[in-house]
T-cell receptor, first 112, second 110 residues
Framework: DGGITQSPKYLFRKEGQNVTLSCEQN?????MYWYRQDPGQGLRLIYY???????QKGDIAEGYSVSREKKESFPLTVTSAQKNPTAFYLC???????????FGPGTRLLVL | KQEVTQIPAALSVPEGENLVLNCSFT??????LQWFRQDPGKGLTSLLL?????REQTSGRLNASLDKSSGRSTLYIAASQPGDSATYLC?????????FGTGTRLLVSP
């Protein structure tokens, strides 16, 4: 059953805490992406990766970090430097940068 | 900087109507344009992808057109159904990334 999965579905962050959102795909895609979605706004790109061990900043990378140690996995860490982390986070993958992106179900991050 | 605008922001129609959603973009140097559907609290589902060299794509009751020179795309939904109720997002693919519009929230009432 091919697809892209994200966990957890809901995540709560305390003040000053780093949290990590998981994204896994078994579609054999090279490219992976992280987006943030806020109410009334379109998706904004946080980070993307074209290949293992390589990634680039998107439009709103400050306060976030990523790694791409395996082709299947692209975890996102929301650091304490991100002062407004409450949002819906979406991970996507694609065969290449110009192909259709397939999205995971999302993780909703809330601040306690 | 690429900007993508979708009009209207919300649309409510009775079941059975044909409808058109609009998307405009400021930079015509794109690789492709995609239309997605998003249900509340869910991820995005790809509906149609139009390459920059194409004029339109069709899938079932959906037809998407692209006029790159004028920076416009339309998504036509024929014979709308309550199950079509969702937010529809368009996104243009430039160098290395997609730029999304803010979406059109569609409600089809029985």
């Amino acid at each position: 059953d091919g697809g892209i999965t994200q966990s957890p579905k809901y995540l709560f962050r305390k003040e000053g805490q780093n949290v990590t959102l998981s994204c896994e795909q078994n579609l054999n895609h090279d490219a992976m992406y992280w987006y943030r979605q806020d109410p009334g706004q379109g998706l904004r790109l946080i980070y993307y990766s074209q290949i293992v061990n390589d990634f680039q900043k998107g439009d709103i990378a400050e306060g976030y970090s990523v790694s791409r140690e395996k082709k299947e996995s692209f975890p996102l860490t929301v650091t304490s430097a991100q002062k407004n982390p409450t949002a819906f986070y979406l991970c996507a993958s694609a065969g290449s940068l110009q192909e259709t992106q397939y999205f995971g179900p999302g993780t909703r991050l809330l601040v306690l | 900087k690429q900007e993508v605008t979708q009009i209207p922001a919300a649309l409510s129609v009775p079941e059975g109507e044909n409808l058109v959603l609009n998307c405009s973009f400021t930079d015509s140097a794109i690789y492709n344009l995609q239309w997605f559907r998003q249900d509340p609290g869910k991820g995005l589902t790809s509906l149609l992808l139009i390459q920059s060299s194409q004029r339109e794509q069709t899938s079932g009751r959906l037809n998407a057109s692209l006029d790159k020179s004028s920076g416009r795309s339309t998504l036509y939904i024929a014979a709308s159904q309550p199950g079509d109720s969702a937010t529809y997002l368009c996104a243009v693919s430039g160098f290395q990334k997609l730029v999304f519009g803010t979406g059109t929230r569609l409600l089809v009432s029985p």
